[in-house]
């Protein structure tokens, strides 16, 4: 083992616990966990490696996710230029674009092609080179709602989409909320179906986060789903409301239920996409299509904690099918924490690097990646801990570097 104190969720979940002034019985009451499962969390000898169990402790505890994670100090310095321009976002939120600007607005034209830009740099995961851009993307769209029409509205839902997308990927889930629902105003002034489709899958993505909320994010996406696939004909439609299929089946998993229908619906949607019309809405999810159907299965199998089933979904899916950049990288997470379940901590470690490799920050700030790091790290041999496991624990902030 290296020397360096490493830190995990269990860790916190002691603190405040501690803090609270309960003991692990309430908690485990609370919780439905037992609490002899809470103890080896807390001591570090098992990782909290579910977001069910994540979200079971966090409403417990009357806490949120990122006090459970530890998020807010867990910022990887690569991604600075995004946080640094957070306080902009707000502003640009909270005034809807009237703020103190000396550049002159870009043209419809101008600015579909710098929210596309956007779109690519966050599915890349290059959080880096997207944060400086959205202040303007935002200002910029509302500006031109001014004067539109309906295209200007369906832009600024695309922006905002995308602004909540990033803030959430990013920690920043009040202000993520915020943006969310701008995109949801905006798309009721456009007209496609698209827009609309794509803010209720990133509400439901919002409150599947919030401890409590599991019922209503099920009803969000659920609801959308069932109201708008009667009617999605473009490829734009297709895409987002088939993410809302999908969204509406992982919620289903977290909460113990059966996710099968709506990834049924989702993949037979996916099949649709090849003869379907473009459409002239912004508002696109292109990861969506049979790999992406397939990668929602493997989380889900996972999450049910079913390793055996999950690498057997992975073995039918080939990464390369997959958009690259978090997409791609997602694979090889999943991959790692079912192979983490089956305590195979060489394939877990080869699964979490080449997750890395595919897109380095947005693997570093995710908490399943650290919570599997650090417990490997507590169990690994001194060869393995000093060697690429080691420098993956500094890497995603597990220890010091």
């Known amino acids: 083992m290296i020397d360096e104190q490493d830190t995990y969720i269990g860790q916190r979940v002691r603190e405040i616990r501690a803090r609270r002034g309960i003991s692990q019985q309430v908690l485990a009451d609370r919780s439905g966990i037992s609490r002899s499962v809470i103890a080896k969390y807390e001591t570090g000898l098992r990782p909290v490696d579910s977001r069910r169990t994540l979200l079971a402790l966090a409403e417990a505890l009357g806490c949120t996710l990122g006090d459970l994670t530890g998020s807010e100090d867990r910022i990887d310095p690569s991604t600075s ?3 640094r321009a957070v306080p902009a976002i707000e502003t640009a939120l909270w005034t809807r674009g009237d703020v103190t600007d000396i550049h002159p607005p870009r043209t419809l034209d101008e600015l579909s092609v710098a929210v596309e830009h956007a779109s690519r740099l966050r599915q890349g995961g290059d959080y880096a080179a997207l944060g400086p851009l959205l202040p ?9 709602t001014e004067t539109g029409g309906t295209a200007a509205w369906d832009l600024l839902a695309t922006a905002a989409y995308g602004v909540s997308s990033a803030l959430r990927q990013r920690g920043h889930d009040a202000l993520a909320w915020t943006a969310v629902q ?13 827009p609309i489709a794509a803010a209720q899958f990133l509400k439901s993505q919002v409150l599947a986060a919030r401890p409590g909320a599991l019922s209503a994010a099920l009803t969000v996406a659920t609801g959308v789903a069932d109201q708008l696939t009667p009617d999605a004909r473009t490829r734009g439609e297709l895409e987002t409301v088939g993410m809302t299929r999908l969204q509406a089946g992982f919620v289903e998993t977290l909460a113990g239920g059966d996710p099968q229908p709506h990834l049924d619906a989702a993949a037979e949607m996916a099949t649709r996409l090849t003869d379907a019309p473009t459409g002239h809405s912004t508002a696109r999810n292109r990861t969506f299509g049979p790999a992406n159907v397939a990668l929602w299965q493997l989380s889900s199998a996972v999450e049910r904690r079913e390793p055996g089933q999950a690498l057997r979904i992975a073995e039918t899916l080939n990464p390369a099918d997959l958009p690259k950049g978090s997409r791609h990288a997602l694979y090889f997470v999943e991959v790692g924490r079912a192979h983490a379940m089956k305590r195979d901590h060489r394939a877990t470690l080869h699964a979490l690097l080449r997750a890395e490799h595919a897109a380095p920050q947005h693997v570093r700030g995710l908490a399943p990646v650290r919570e599997l790091v650090g417990a490997m790290l507590r169990e690994a041999r001194r060869d393995l801990a000093t060697g690429e496991l080691g420098k993956l624990a500094q890497r995603v902030g597990v220890v010091p570097a």
């Open 81 to 83: 230029a995004f946080h």
């Open 136 to 144: 303007d993307l935002l200002n910029d769209a509302y500006h031109l």
């Open 182 to 194: 701008e995109s949801e105003r905006a798309a009721a002034h456009a007209d496609s179906l698209a």
